[in-house]
C-alpha cells in the first residue's frame, strides 16, 4: 500500500537584538561562560521582567513577511518544568494568545534540472509565538556544567500546519524561512550558533486518506541536511513498522546526523506537563494599526517577489535570478549595476559568474569587494560599445578585482582598446593571407571556415585588440578581390 507523509515543522528563531527578551544584560554569542547573566536572567528573589520592545518589533516584522494575521492582543504564560536549564524553573512563552496567527512559507520544490525552476507552494502556518530562550548543559563523565549566557535570549517559535509532505518539501521550507528572516533582519539564522532550531513531526498515513496517522516527534536536528535526512529516516522507519505490523507509538525521538539512526526519548506517558498559567508579571501586549504600519514600512520585498521581478523587468533567465536573490545584498548591487549600465543581463552574468568565482576563491565578501557595481557597469558598456573584446573584458575584470581600478582607466592606461584603426587591419589582412596561401585557396573552393586560420593570425598581431566584427569585413573583401 502506497503511504503519505505528514509534517508539521516547529522552528526556533533567535531574534537578533541587542538585548535579552525580559532583562537589560546583552544578548551575545561565543563569550566567556556565565558572563551575560544578570539577577533576572539568574532568577534572583525580587527581581521583576521588562518586556524587551525591539524583539516584539521583530516578531511582528517577521509575521508581516509571512502574511499572518498579528493579534491585537497578545499574553505571557509561564511554562513550568524542573531542569536547571532555567534557574526559574518556568520559561516565559506564550501558550494560548500568540502575537502571531495564520500566515504562510512560499516553498519552491527542486525542478526536473537545476536551470528549471521548481513548483511553489504555499505552507501554512498555525502560529508564532514569542519566548526565552534557555541556558545550555554540557555533561561531562562526572559532571554536568551550565552556561546562562543563552539564556533569556529574544525566541521566537514558528509551527506550521502539518501540511509538508516529504523530507524535500520540508528542506525547502526551513531554506526559504532562513532566507526570509535574514531578509528582513530578524535573524542571521547560523545553525552552528544554535539561532535556528528544528524540531521535526513525521506521520504517515495511506495516500489518499485525509485522517492524520499518529506522530513522532524527532529532536535535535541542528542542520537542514540533518532535517531532511531525519525526515527521510523517520518515513522510511514509520513505513517498515507498519509494514511489519505494527502499529507507531507517539513519541519523541532522537536523530544522530552522524550515525542516521534515531533513538526513543520519551514516550507520549512521560510527555510533560507545563501546567501554564499567565504570567502575572507582564502586561499583555496591545499592537494596534500604528504600531503595524510603522513596522511594515521599512520591510524588503520578499525573495521569490524579487525573482518574479527579475525574472518579468529584466529578462533574466531563472538560474541567474536564483543565485542573486539568494543574497539580499548581492541582488541590490545587482541593480545597481543594472541601473548604472542599463545592461541587466550582461550585469547579470558578470556577478554571477566571474565576482563570485573570484569572491569565492579570495575568500572575500561582497562588502569587502574592491569591485562595486560601477566597476561591473562601467565593464559592460566597454564591451557593448566595442572599445574592448569579451576576452579583454575578462583580463580586465581580473585586474580590477585585484586593484580596485575602475575599467575605462585600466583600459585606457594599459592600451587595451580594440583596433578599429583600419590601415592597420588591412595590412594585417594582407599578412595574414600571405601567410597562409593554403587557408586562402580553400576559402576560395567554398570551404568557408578556412577563414578561422586568417582571423586567429590577425587576432594573434593584434593581441587580441583587433575588432572581430571588422577583422571579417576586412578579410572578406580582400578575399573575394
Ligand atoms: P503538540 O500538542 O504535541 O505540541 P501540536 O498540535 O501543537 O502538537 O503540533 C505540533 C506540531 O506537530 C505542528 O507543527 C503540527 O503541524 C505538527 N503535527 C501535529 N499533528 C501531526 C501529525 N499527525 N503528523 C505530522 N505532524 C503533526
Ligand atoms: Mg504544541
Redesign the pocket.
Known amino acids: 500500500m502506497p503511504y503519505e507523509a505528514?509534517?508539521?515543522?516547529?522552528v526556533h528563531v533567535q531574534i537578533k537584538t541587542c538585548s535579552k527578551m525580559f532583562a537589560r544584560v546583552a544578548a551575545g554569542y561565543g563569550q566567556p561562560e556565565n558572563t551575560l547573566t544578570d539577577p533576572v536572567v539568574l532568577a534572583l528573589p525580587g527581581v521583576l521582567p521588562v518586556m524587551n520592545k525591539e524583539a516584539i518589533d521583530k516578531v511582528i516584522q517577521a509575521g508581516l513577511m509571512l502574511g499572518c494575521t498579528i493579534a491585537p492582543v497578545c499574553k505571557w504564560d509561564r511554562k513550568n518544568y524542573f531542569y536547571p536549564d532555567s534557574p526559574k524553573n518556568y520559561q516565559i512563552s506564550q501558550y494560548d494568545q500568540p502575537i502571531c496567527l495564520g500566515g504562510f512559507v512560499e516553498i519552491e520544490l527542486p525542478g526536473p534540472s537545476r536551470n528549471v525552476m521548481g513548483e511553489h507552494k504555499k505552507i501554512p502556518l498555525?502560529r508564532i509565538h514569542l519566548e526565552e530562550d534557555v541556558g545550555k548543559l554540557s555533561h561531562g563523565v562526572h559532571d554536568s556544567l551550565i552556561d546562562y549566557n543563552r539564556a533569556g535570549t529574544p525566541l521566537m517559535e514558528i509551527?506550521?500546519?502539518?501540511?509538508l509532505h516529504g523530507a524535500d518539501e520540508a528542506f525547502a521550507y526551513l531554506t526559504a524561512l532562513k532566507t526570509v528572516m535574514i531578509y528582513g533582519g530578524i535573524s542571521d539564522c547560523d545553525m552552528e550558533k544554535g539561532q535556528l532550531r528544528c524540531?521535526a513531526?513525521?506521520?504517515i498515513r495511506p495516500a489518499g486518506s485525509t485522517k492524520?496517522?499518529?506522530?513522532v516527534?524527532l529532536k535535535n536536528l541542528n542542520s537542514i541536511s540533518f532535517v531532511r535526512d531525519g525526515i527521510d529516516h523517520e518515513i522510511k522507519r514509520q513505513i517498515a513498522v507498519i509494514e511489519g505490523g505494527g502499529t507507531i507509538v507517539q513519541e519523541t525521538r532522537d536523530y544522530d546526523g552522524q550515525t542516521g539512526a534515531s533513538q526513543s526519548l520519551r514516550s507520549k506517558e512521560m510527555?510533560h506537563d507545563y501546567r501554564y498559567f499567565p504570567d502575572p508579571d507582564l502586561m499583555p501586549v496591545k499592537v494596534d494599526e500604528d504600531w503595524k504600519a510603522r513596522l511594515r514600512a521599512p520591510l524588503p520585498e520578499l525573495p521569490f517577489d524579487k525573482q518574479r521581478r527579475f525574472m518579468e523587468k529584466y529578462r533574466l533567465p531563472y538560474t541567474i535570478t536564483a543565485v542573486l536573490v539568494r543574497d539580499r545584498e548581492l541582488s541590490d548591487y545587482f541593480e545597481a549595476a543594472a541601473r548604472l549600465c542599463d545592461k541587466p543581463q550582461a550585469a547579470g552574468n558578470w556577478i554571477t559568474n566571474d565576482l563570485l568565482r573570484d569572491l569565492a576563491s579570495s575568500r572575500q565578501s561582497l562588502a569587502d569587494s574592491r569591485v562595486r557595481p560601477a566597476h561591473i557597469a562601467g565593464l559592460v558598456k566597454l564591451v557593448e560599445g566595442g572599445a574592448i573584446s569579451s576576452n579583454i573584458a575578462k583580463e580586465v575584470f581580473v585586474e580590477m578585482f585585484a586593484t580596485g581600478e575602475m575599467p575605462e582607466a585600466l583600459v585606457e592606461r594599459k592600451g587595451l582598446k580594440q583596433s578599429t584603426d583600419t590601415n592597420e587591419l588591412e595590412e594585417w589582412a594582407d599578412a595574414a593571407m600571405a601567410a597562409n596561401p593554403k587557408s586562402v585557396a580553400d576559402f576560395k573552393a567554398g570551404n568557408d571556415k578556412a577563414i578561422n586560420a586568417m582571423k586567429g593570425f590577425m587576432m594573434k598581431q593584434s593581441k587580441g585588440k583587433a575588432n572581430p566584427r571588422l577583422v571579417d569585413e576586412i578579410l572578406r573583401r580582400k578575399l573575394a578581390g
Not at 159 to 163: F, L, M, N, Q
Request: charge should be negative; charged fraction near 25%.
Open positions: 505528514v509534517i508539521g515543522l516547529e498555525t509551527v506550521s500546519e502539518p501540511a524540531d513531526n513525521v506521520s492524520l496517522g499518529t506522530k516527534e510527555a
